[in-house]
Nanobody, 126 residues
Framework: QVRLVESGGGLVQPGNSLRLSCATE????????LAWFRQAPGEEREFVGV???????SYKSSLKDRFTISRDTAKNTIYLQMNSLQPEDTAVYYC????????????????????WGQGTQVTVSS
């Protein structure tokens, strides 16, 4: 079992930055994939990025230049640093985890993940 709690969302002006946190409990940190997804109003939930065991990171290609995943092993927490935010980045951001270690090709798919946080709202607006 893994418990995930996101924080750090809020209202930010276009061009500014925000850092989201995902605190984890349960399985040993760093031994399973942890991903970020987001869901905009009226849209499907979409993959943002994933941190795999061994500190390997992968991102949605259109976001990789602005978004960065990092971790703090002492705090069992991962972060999503988001820079140059735009109104189209407005969404609820979710942290997700899976007990398995599937190939990267399926880590982009939300159905791969058994555990989800409650989400944190990010609104980009002037």
């Amino acid at each position: 079992q893994v418990r995930l709690v996101e924080s750090g969302g809020g209202l930010v002006q276009p061009g500014n930055s925000l850092r989201l946190s995902c605190a984890t409990e349960g399985r040993a940190f760093g031994t399973y994939p942890l991903a970020w997804f987001r869901q905009a109003p009226g849209e499907e939930r979409e993959f943002v990025g994933v941190l795999r065991p061994g500190n390997m990171k992968s991102y949605k290609s259109s976001l990789k230049d602005r978004f960065t995943i990092s971790r703090d092993t002492a705090k069992n927490t991962i972060y999503l640093q988001m820079n140059s935010l735009q109104p189209e980045d407005t969404a609820v951001y979710y942290c997700a985890a899976t007990d398995k270690n599937p190939p990267l090709s399926v880590l982009w798919t939300q159905t791969t993940y058994e555990y989800w946080g409650q989400g944190t709202q990010v609104t980009v607006s002037s």
